[in-house]
């Protein structure tokens, strides 16, 4: 995990020098993100803060959502990104977190070594290797199955062997799993260490063409005390939005500061990752047609992945 303090920059990203009386632009805060396209996405804006000479803001990179909720439970975080329907169970239970934009847009791929593999049919009779069963993942992957005619239960086998993201990508990586499904970045990191695995379908994409509408995978989400101030709301909203279309259109440059900061080990990885992580900073007021199905597909397969109900209006700042 690394902390980054920061100063208040100048009236550069988040207006936090002199501000006006009771304004909030100032104040002290604290942004929970995930190691992954979470952070990627807003790395120059971390690069920004960590230059900073004075205590105000920190960021907190996290390698697992549970370690984020764990922050917004406390307390400790300002702000949080996490998967959106985590963001929905938690809104659902209670906790007073509001969804300020989405930031990703959909990291999964089915990839790995069966060349043989060209249409969702192919996958009939296959071992399929995912992890975290009834997890946002492995729903998700379900529900593809079946819109393309196949059977989860009968016509494939899910195979739950390997516990976390990582031992998944490690047993592709060594040929111990032929097909699984998992998220970038560590999809590009598997395809550098062994120059067998492919990409097979981009679920991402898959789950658009079948929903008509986009997976909006990834919640950017304030809590009340930092909600009450809008200024400072806005001035962070706008610099990570800034950031997000650095990255796209700068990868080189923002490769180098994604291993900068530790959220990858290799410029390589993270230039390939950059373009399958579909990094679009959308706020989310401007998409709550969009967002509610997104949730809407979940709730109809499984309601327990998003808390049991569709979260109301009032979700969504």
Known sequence: MRIIPV??????????????PDSGTGRACTIAT????????????????SRADHPGMRIELL???????????????????????????LYNKGLDYRLIAIPVWGTLYLFGTDTAITRWEDLRGKRIYAMARGMTPDVLFRHLLEKNGISPDTDVTLDYSFPT???????????????????????SLVMQRNKNIRP?????????????????????LGSAG????????????????????????HPDSAAALIVKYGILPDEEVALRSIPRSNLDFVR?????????????????????????????EDFIY
């Not at 995930?34 to 803060?49: A, E, F, Q, V, W």
Request: hydrophobic letters at 45%; glycine letters at 6%; a negative charge.
């Open 7 to 20: 100063l208040f920059i100048l009236s550069l990203l988040l207006g936090c020098s002199s501000p006006a």
């Open 34 to 49: 995930l190691k992954g396209p979470s952070s990627m996405g807003m790395i120059r804006l971390i690069d920004s803060i």
């Open 63 to 89: 390698n697992e959502p549970m370690q984020v909720r764990k922050m917004m439970l406390d307390g400790s975080a300002d702000y949080a990104i996490l998967p959106t329907t985590m963001a929905a169970i």
């Open 165 to 187: 993201h990582i031992d998944l990508a490690n047993a592709v990586s060594a040929g111990q799993a032929e097909l699984a499904v998992i998220s970038e970045p560590l999809v």
């Open 200 to 220: 097979i379908f981009d679920l991402n994409r898959e789950w658009e063409r079948l929903q008509g509408i986009p997976m909006a995978q990834t919640a950017f």
């Open 226 to 249: 930092a909600l009450r101030h809008p200024d400072q709301v806005e001035r962070l909203v706008a610099a990570y939005e800034r950031s997000t279309r650095w990255v796209n259109q």
């Open 284 to 312: 989310a007021g401007d998409i709550r047609i969009q967002v509610g199905e997104y949730l809407e597909v979940f709730y109809r397969m499984n309601p327990d992945i998003i808390g049991g109900k569709m979260p109301d």
